[in-house]
């Protein structure tokens, strides 16, 4: 669960890229701008699917569920077995089966970032190349390959990305592992911009519950 914390997170360059441009500054003029709107966004909701496949064992695992974030690192992500959230500076982790919360501070939980992050972290370190285009879902995208610029100081040998042409979000991430293994992200039903409450960033614990306050240990 915890690799799914942090955003797929406005600036749009026209309803299109120019044709006359290259496939090559296609792809970075593309890029460019993802990078511009997570950077301006103020809020996004989505439903989220994350598939992460297994190369060696060739299984699959899928954890589906519901993203809300807002400007200011604030995030609430809604699974099956785990809701997670934060205000920015404390994160609250909540098990229902286990009947268990964990508190800690934000700098220390973000082991793992979101798609969001992973794309801002790629844009200086991967070389983008421009795939096609490509309708998804509802949504007609640009699709953009990464690859890295130095394989040796990389974890990831690719990564796609599915652009969305009208609001230049990343609805969807595949991203291939130096052993294979494939993660995917992807993003439906997701509204930019949409009127979220503070107190959702918040978390009230709920009684006869397990909290575990790690805010002031060293792990």
Known sequence: MKTVVAGLLVAAMSSSVSRALPPQENA?????????TYE????LSADFQKDYTWALA???QTMTGKLYL???????IETEAQTIVTDGKTVWTYSADKQQVFIDNMTKSQENPLPRDLL????????????????LD???????????????????????????K???????IEQIDLNENLTIYKLQNFAVNPAL??????FKIPGNVEVVDWRNSEK
């Open 166 to 172: 009208k609001n230049w979000i990343a609805v969807k």
């Open 58 to 60: 060739g299984e699959t």
């Open 120 to 135: 801002i972290k790629y844009t200086n370190d991967f070389k983008a190349e421009y795939v096609r285009s490509e309708k």
């Open 197 to 202: 409450e503070d107190q959702l960033f918040t």
């Open 40 to 43: 301006k966004l103020e809020a």
């Open 28 to 36: 970075d003029k593309i890029i460019a701008r993802v990078r511009t």
């Open 70 to 76: 807002k400007k200011g690192d604030r995030y609430r």
């Open 138 to 164: 509802q949504s007609d995208c640009h699709v953009v390959r990464l690859r890295p610029r130095q394989e040796d100081d990389s974890f990831a040998k690719s990564v796609t990305v599915w652009v969305d």
